[in-house]
């Protein structure tokens, strides 16, 4: 569709919705400007992480809002598997990288704290700072209120506390030569650029990267994994997640999607299954 017709689209069904722009911008977590430019055309080739937040606040679906099945948006498909898999979603936390259990530990040594109250202090919050609902400089506020501390940098104790899972970290970089790849992951503002940075993810051009504080919603709730695929543009039988919890898995499952479990005890075995799953359909038998 060119953008003459999905401004003109765009603005009607804003319009049968009864949203005023400023009121859609507030849903959809979008600038007033950017609203504006899409509507007049403007913008030539928004992204379809844009048109799936607008047709999500809008209450519609992709396939509505763009008037033609939105998975036959262009793509640059390397390969398909056997199964006929074309895109591989990566977990991070306990996928990627060791799970940060240890910067509890540290917590608790520097500040005296019972483990218990880090713990639970930190789950209390961790679904709303990774839906993006609570910044932050919020949560670092709170955490160092309860511990008694007058400022705290939550991720610096998260960084030097993750270590990378080399075996995944070399499956991802293969899987990306023969596919296209993606981020899948429930995290805190800021965390995949700062891991990134430091080597501890690789830093490659993911075709799509879903981060939980962006879109405002976490796995397993369903509304991550349609931004996901949205994303992704491919059909629910061509995505693949590699993902540590079962939880997950079977919400990504229940919606069409090949799911691997990763064990992150026996990380060599469960890269060999994904390795497997990930046979290329023109491969040689």
Known sequence: MNEEGLAK??????????????QLCQKAGLSYSTLAKIERGAIKSPS??????IAAAIGISLDELVGTPALQIEQ??????KSGISFVFFDVN???????????NKLAEETGAPADLIETTFWHFNDAVCKGEMGMDEFNAELARQLGRPTLDWMSYYLDAIDPITEMHDLLRWAAEQYDVGL???????????????GLIPDIPYAAVVDS????????????FESAQALAARPAPEILLVDDSRTNIMAA?????????????????????????????????
């Open 9 to 22: 689209r765009l603005q009607e069904a804003r319009q049968a919705s009864g949203l005023t722009q400023q």
């Open 48 to 53: 379809i992480f844009t048109i799936q937040q």
């Open 76 to 81: 640059n498909t390397k390969k398909r598997s």
């Open 94 to 104: 306990g996928c990627l990288v060791r799970f940060f259990h240890r910067a509890f």
């Open 184 to 198: 899948l992951t429930n995290i805190m503002p800021g965390f995949i650029a700062a891991m990134k940075q430091r």
């Open 213 to 224: 504080s962006e879109v405002g919603s976490i796995k397993p709730e369903k509304g991550i």
């Open 253 to 285: 499952e229940r919606l069409g999607w090949h799911v691997l479990w990763f064990d992150d005890y026996q990380p060599s075995q469960s890269v060999e299954r994904v390795r497997a799953a990930l046979e290329p359909a023109d491969a040689v038998a």
